[in-house]
């Protein structure tokens, strides 16, 4: 199994709500991440899980909490967002987090599409 | 910091070639090349390490000169299933010893009939 599935696919949620996003991989990966798509942009790095341990944190506000259950499981929480964090959220995996290597890509889902009223 | 990609965008009909370039002012561990088609999730093409390597998968092959701080993707022979918007990844690890990858600004290509 070479899948990165995310729940929901779609999400509309209004300022003062509290929301998760779900991300759940088979592929034996210690290493998780959390993207963020803005439309006709790069994917933007968030947050780094490595061996279930928060390892990067790129500065992203606090309304926005992830967390890693066990191996397999990536959420990331969401309480009174702006409108302007509407976007495609992706999580990806991959086999590690520490030291490049050959066998580092990255497997994405297909992204939680996120709409802010 | 967020490598450089150029072009931004390229249409080219099937059969024709295209190369796309990457270049960072920073040291790079590796290059990491991705595909992503419209609604869909980027789909990973390969990776290049330091070291001058290349690489190749079908009639998609890239390089990465690691002195010149650069990657090229090379599409030949394009296949109307090559459009998408292609992103570079350049790779740094951060204090913490872990993995970070910047995606370039990507280049849209689209190839038509």
């Known amino acids: 199994d070479t899948e990165v599935t995310q729940t929901p696919k779609h999400l509309v949620m209004g300022m003062t709500n509290k929301k998760s996003l779900k991300c759940e991989q088979h592929m034996g990966h210690r290493a998780m991440y959390w993207y963020k798509q803005k439309a006709k942009k790069p994917p933007e790095l968030m947050f780094v899980y490595s061996y279930e341990k928060l390892s990067i944190n790129e500065s992203v506000p606090s309304r926005f909490s992830p967390e890693c259950p066990n191996s397999s499981l990536l959420n990331l929480h969401l309480h009174a967002l702006q409108p302007e964090d509407s976007a495609l959220y992706l999580c990806?995996?991959?086999?590690?987090?520490?030291?490049?290597?050959?066998?580092?890509?990255?497997?994405f889902g297909p992204g939680t599409r996120l709409t802010v009223l | 910091q967020q490598p450089v990609q150029s072009p931004q965008a390229v249409i080219l009909r099937e059969g024709e070639d295209a190369v796309i370039n990457c270049s960072s002012s920073?040291?790079?561990?590796?290059v990491h090349w991705y595909r992503q088609k419209h609604g869909e999730a980027p789909v990973f093409l390969m990776i290049?390490?330091?070291?001058?390597e290349q690489k190749g998968h079908d009639k998609i092959s890239a390089s990465f000169n690691e002195k010149k701080q650069q990657s090229s993707l090379y599409l030949t022979a394009s296949q109307l299933s090559y459009s998408g918007t292609y992103f570079c990844?350049?790779?740094?690890?951060?204090?913490?010893?872990?993995?970070?990858?910047?995606f370039g600004i990507g280049t849209k290509l689209q190839v038509i009939p």
């Open positions: 990844g350049t790779e740094a690890v951060d204090s913490g010893g872990y993995q970070k990858v910047t």
């Open positions: 290049l390490l330091k070291g001058g």
């Open positions: 990806a995996s991959s086999q590690e987090a520490t030291l490049p290597s050959s066998y580092n890509e990255q497997f």
């Open positions: 920073k040291a790079l561990y590796s």
